[in-house]
C-alpha cells in the first residue's frame, strides 16, 4: 500500500532519506517490499538502507510469513527518547515534569476512586457500563498508559541524567584507562 506524498516528496528527498522516514514512521514489523512502496524506491534501494540501519542498530531484521521485515530497534528509540529528555531538560525540569505527570495519575485515581490503572481495568470489565461511559473510560485507559509511558521516560532521564551530561561533555583532561 502505496502512502500518497506530496510532489516534492522525490524532488526534496533521496530516495534512502525516504526509506529512513517511512522506518521512523513504522508502527509494527513490515515487509522490505512494502516499506520501498511507501517510500517510492526500488526494492534494492530500500533494501541496501535498511542493511545499512540494521547494521547501526536503528531497526531490527525479522521475518513475516517467510518474507524479510524491518522494526524500529526498540531499545535504540527508548535511548534516543532518553537522552533527548535530557538534552532538552534540565534536572530540576525534569523533576518538576515527573510531579505533574504524577499528579495527573494521582487526579484520575481520585476522579474514578482507584489505586492503580490495574484497578481501573477491573472496573471497566467487572462493572456495567453505557456506550458513552465505555467510551471515556477506554480514553482515561489510554490516557493513564500515556503518563505511565511518560513517567517511565523521564525516570530513566533522571537516573541517567548525570552519567549521560557527563559523557556528553567535552573531554580536556586525559583518556581513560579502562581494561
Known amino acids: 500500500m502505496a502512502e500518497s506524498k506530496p510532489e516534492s516528496w522525490r524532488e526534496t528527498m533521496s530516495g534512502r532519506e525516504r526509506v529512513r522516514h517511512v522506518v521512523e514512521l513504522l508502527e509494527e514489523p513490515t515487509p522490505v517490499q512494502e516499506i520501498a512502496d511507501r517510500a517510492d524506491v526500488s526494492r534494492t534501494t530500500a533494501d541496501d538502507e535498511l542493511q545499512?540501519?540494521?547494521?547501526d542498530d536503528w531497526v531490527t531484521e525479522t521475518t513475516i510469513d517467510g518474507t524479510k521485515a524491518y522494526d524500529l530497534n526498540p531499545v535504540r528509540m527508548l535511548?534516543?527518547?532518553?537522552?533527548?529528555?535530557i538534552e532538552a531538560h534540565s534536572r530540576d525540569?525534569?523533576?518538576?515534569?515527573?510531579?505533574?505527570?504524577?499528579?495527573?495519575q494521582d487526579q484520575l485515581a481520585t476522579e474514578f476512586n482507584v489505586?492503580?490503572?490495574?484497578?481501573?481495568?477491573?472496573?471497566?470489565a467487572a462493572e456495567?457500563?453505557?456506550a458513552e461511559e465505555l467510551r471515556e473510560r477506554r480514553n482515561v485507559i489510554a490516557t493513564w498508559e500515556s503518563l505511565n509511558t511518560e513517567r517511565g521516560l523521564v525516570k530513566h532521564a533522571l537516573q541517567l541524567y548525570d552519567d549521560v551530561v557527563e559523557?556528553?561533555?567535552p573531554r580536556t583532561?586525559?583518556?581513560?584507562t579502562l581494561a
Open 52 to 55: 545499512r540501519l540494521a547494521s
Open 79 to 85: 535511548f534516543d527518547e532518553v537522552t533527548d529528555l
Open 93 to 104: 525540569e525534569l523533576e518538576s515534569q515527573l510531579a505533574e505527570l504524577t499528579k495527573e
Open 115 to 124: 489505586e492503580s490503572l490495574t484497578e481501573f481495568r477491573e472496573q471497566f
Open 128 to 130: 456495567e457500563f453505557s
Open 167 to 169: 559523557l556528553s561533555s
Open 173 to 176: 583532561d586525559s583518556p581513560s
